[in-house]
C-alpha cells in the first residue's frame, strides 16, 4: 500500500499545482464569469463520470496495472497540450477541448489503483490501507497547490508542464515498482450495460447517491471558496493556496487518528460524524471575513474529508463481489466525479446570484447538504451486515492481537 500511496501522492502533488488554479485562470485571464467558469468545470467532471465507469469495467478485463498505466501515459500528453494552449494563449475552445480531454483521461487511474487495494485487502484491512492511500493523496494536495500559488503568479502554463512531468514520472514508478494486476483474469468481456445495471443493488444506488450528495460539498474546497475568498473577501492567490494546503496537512497528519477512531465504530456512525464536520467547517465559512476562522472551517471540513473517503470507498469494496469489484469502485468514482461537477456547477450559480444578497446563504446550503448525505449514510447500518459496516467482532480482534 506504501508504494500505491507514493504513486498517489506525487499525482496529487502534480494536479495540485495546476488544476486547482484552472477556474482562476479562465476568471482572471480569459475573463469568464464565475458561472460559466463554474459551469465548464461540471462539464469536465461529467467526462470523468464516463471515464471512471469505462476504467472499472476495463480494470477487471484488463488488470489494475494495466489499466494505471495506459490512463496516465494518455494523460501526459494531454497536460503537455494544455500547457501550450495556456502559453501561447490559443483559442478558449481548444483550450477547453484539452482541458476536458485531461479531465477524462485522468479519471481513469483511480478505480483501478481502488480494485489493486481491494484485492490484496481483506474487509477488515480496507479503513486502513485506503486510509494510507488518502494520506499520499493529500501530502500531495497539501504541497501541490502551496507551490503552485506562488508558481501561477510567474507563468501559468509553466504550472502545467511540471503537472505532465510529474504524471510522466507516475508511469515510471508504477512500472518499476507495482507488480501483479496486469493479466486478465476475471472475465472474458467488457458490458459497459452491465457497468449501469450494478445500480440494480440498491444498496450500492443508495451509497451512490449519497456520495454525489456529500462530493458535492467536498469540491466547495476548489470552486466555491476559491470564489468567495477572491471575489468578495478580496484575498491573493497564495492564501486560497494556503486553504488547499491545509486541507492536505489535515489529513497527512491526522489519517492515523481516524482509521482508528473508525475501526472502534460503524462506518455508516463514523461517516455521519464525518458528514457533520463537512456541515460545521464549510456551513460556517460565509459568517467570517478573515483568514484564521475560515482556515479553521477548512480544518474542520478536512477531519470530515478524513473519515469520509477511505469510509465510503471501504463500503464499497465491502458489499462488492470480488468479480465485480473493478466494476463497483468504478461506479463509486462515476457518483464521485458526478457530485464534484454539480458541486462545481452550482458553486459558481450560488456565487453569482445568492452570495451578493446573502453571503453566508451559499455556505448553509451547503451544510444542510453534508447533513443529509450523513443522515443517509447512517441510515445504511440497517442493509449492512456487521462485517460489511465494518464492525469487528471480539474473536477477530482477539486473533489479530495474536497475530
Known amino acids: ?45 461529467v467526462s470523468r463520470c464516463f471515464s471512471s465507469a469505462i476504467s472499472g469495467e476495463l480494470s477487471d478485463v484488463f488488470g489494475r496495472k494495466t489499466v494505471m498505466m495506459g490512463g496516465l501515459l494518455s494523460q501526459v500528453v494531454a497536460m503537455f497540450a494544455l500547457g501550450a494552449c495556456i502559453e501561447f494563449h490559443v483559442s478558449a475552445p481548444w483550450m477547453l477541448i484539452c482541458y476536458f480531454l485531461n479531465a477524462f483521461l485522468g479519471a481513469f487511474f483511480r478505480p483501478a489503483s481502488n480494485a489493486w487495494v481491494t484485492d490484496h485487502t481483506s474487509p477488515s484491512q480496507r479503513v486502513e490501507a485506503f486510509g494510507i492511500i488518502r494520506i499520499g493523496l493529500n501530502l500531495g494536495w497539501a504541497l501541490g497547490p502551496a507551490v503552485g500559488g506562488f508558481l501561477v503568479k510567474v507563468s501559468y502554463s509553466d504550472a502545467f508542464y511540471a503537472t505532465a512531468i510529474l504524471y510522466a514520472c507516475t508511469v515510471l514508478y508504477i512500472s518499476r515498482w507495482i507488480r501483479g494486476g496486469s493479466k486478465k483474469n476475471l472475465r472474458k468481456r467488457t458490458s459497459f450495460a452491465e457497468t449501469v445495471l450494478s445500480l440494480k443493488d440498491i444498496r450500492l444506488a443508495k451509497l451512490c447517491l449519497y456520495i454525489v450528495m456529500i462530493t458535492a460539498v467536498n469540491s466547495q474546497l476548489v470552486i466555491g471558496l476559491s470564489v468567495h475568498c477572491k471575489q468578495y473577501l478580496q484575498f491573493p492567490e497564495y492564501y486560497i493556496g494556503w486553504f488547499f494546503a491545509i486541507n492536505g496537512l489535515v489529513v497527512v497528519l491526522l489519517q492515523y487518528a481516524a482509521a482508528r477512531f473508525m475501526t472502534r465504530h460503524r462506518l455508516s456512525t463514523a461517516m455521519f460524524f464525518g458528514c457533520s464536520l463537512y456541515a460545521i467547517g464549510y456551513g460556517s465559512v460565509g459568517f467570517f471575513h478573515s483568514f484564521i476562522p475560515i482556515a479553521l472551517g477548512v480544518f474542520l471540513a478536512g477531519i470530515g474529508e478524513l473519515i469520509v473517503s477511505p469510509g465510503e470507498q471501504t463500503m464499497v469494496s465491502n458489499i462488492a463481489s470480488r468479480q465485480k469489484r473493478g466494476r463497483y469502485l468504478g461506479m463509486l468514482m462515476v457518483f464521485y466525479n458526478l457530485g464534484g461537477a454539480a458541486g462545481f456547477f452550482f458553486a459558481g450559480i450560488l456565487m453569482d446570484w445568492l452570495a451578493p444578497h446573502y453571503l453566508p446563504g451559499p455556505w448553509l446550503v451547503v451544510g444542510v447538504l453534508a447533513l443529509l448525505a450523513g443522515w443517509g449514510y447512517y441510515r445504511m447500518r440497517y442493509s449492512l451486515t456487521d462485517e460489511e459496516d465494518g464492525k469487528i467482532n471480539s474473536s477477530e480482534t482477539h486473533l489479530k492481537k495474536i497475530q
Do not use: K
Open 1 to 45: 500500500m506504501i508504494v500505491l500511496s507514493v504513486a498517489n501522492g506525487i499525482l496529487l502533488f502534480g494536479y495540485g499545482l495546476s488544476i486547482p488554479f484552472f477556474t482562476l485562470y479562465l476568471i482572471t485571464q480569459r475573463h469568464f464569469p464565475a458561472s460559466t467558469a463554474g459551469l465548464i468545470i461540471a462539464m469536465a467532471g
